[in-house]
């Protein structure tokens, strides 16, 4: 199935590694123009971008913009309208994880784990929006999480955050449902990425077991499938929904899970 997606200038924030770099990746190698994220220049994002380009033979830019901060986020959307001229592609893939239980929990924490995950994706929509609707085109995917549809313990900020991610992604495609505008959510289960591998870490460190152990009996217990969803999967989701494929595709919220939200 070719998707068609030469030439189009894809944004995705947080991008140098895990998630955000693989759909950054899928969308170079379906034709886009690509602007990598990370919050600041010495995360080795210039490399990465030479990188891609060479791998890809497209366009391939990287620009440090700290997604905790909407001044930094509305320099980035104002200077890639400079730039190349606008964002057909948005993808708010940006996040951070901080676990503690609510009573415990500090406010700083909730702060952060907030602007980043979910501020960070209203900065950015509200930015690049009137740019989509004025060329009668353009794709939202925000990148959420099965706790964007259900919750767990300990995880108040960041279950808090990606359902508010889906409920924004709602409103975005009911208001540019007639304009050739779709924002949908993207809501995967455990893949394994940088993120997970710290969280493997410290679980097998505060147990006192095997990694093996704590993959199966810990984090991959409520993902029926006992795999971790791949950072390929996500990524080809994520290119489909930016296809003309999926014009009709607004405003879902799209488990790729393993059935962890089937239960
Ligand atoms: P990761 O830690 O590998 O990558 C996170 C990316 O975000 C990195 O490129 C990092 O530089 C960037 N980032 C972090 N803080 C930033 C900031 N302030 N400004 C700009 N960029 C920043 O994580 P990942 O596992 O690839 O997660 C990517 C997204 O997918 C997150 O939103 C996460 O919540 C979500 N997610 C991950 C999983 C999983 O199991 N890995 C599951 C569901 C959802």
Request: proline share 4%.
């Amino acid at each position: 199935m070719k998707l068609a997606l030469e030439g189009k200038r894809a944004l995705v924030t947080g991008s140098t590694s895990g998630i955000g770099l693989g759909i950054a990746e899928r969308l170079a190698a379906e034709g886009c123009v690509v602007v990598l994220n990370s919050r600041s220049a010495g995360e080795g994002g210039e490399r990465i971008a030479a990188g891609l380009a060479e791998t890809s033979g497209r366009k391939v830019i990287y620009r440090a913009a700290d997604m905790g901060d909407p001044r930094a986020i509305q320099a980035l959307c104002a200077g890639l309208m400079d730039e190349l001229g606008g964002v057909d592609i948005l993808v708010n893939n940006a996040g951070i994880q901080v676990v503690h239980p609510l009573p415990e929990f500090p406010e700083e924490d909730w702060e952060r784990v907030l602007a980043i995950n979910l501020d960070a994706a209203f900065h950015t929509t509200k930015a690049v929006l009137p740019g989509m609707v004025r060329e009668g085109w353009g794709r939202i995917v925000n990148i959420a999480s099965a706790h964007g549809l259900v919750a767990s313990p300990f995880k108040s900020a960041y279950v808090a955050a990606k359902h508010g991610m889906v409920g924004l992604a709602k409103v975005t495609a009911l208001e540019c449902a007639e304009q050739g505008v779709t924002c949908n959510t993207v809501c995967p289960g455990y893949v394994w990425t940088p993120l997970v591998e710290k969280q493997i870490e410290s679980q097998a460190q505060a147990h006192g077991i095997e990694r093996e152990r704590v993959i199966r009996e810990i984090l991959l217990a409520p993902q029926p499938t006992r795999r971790f969803v791949e950072v390929g999967e996500v990524a080809a989701l994520t290119a489909f929904l930016c296809s003309d494929f999926a014009a009709s595709i607004t405003g879902a919220a799209i488990p790729i899970d393993g059935g962890w939200t089937a239960r």
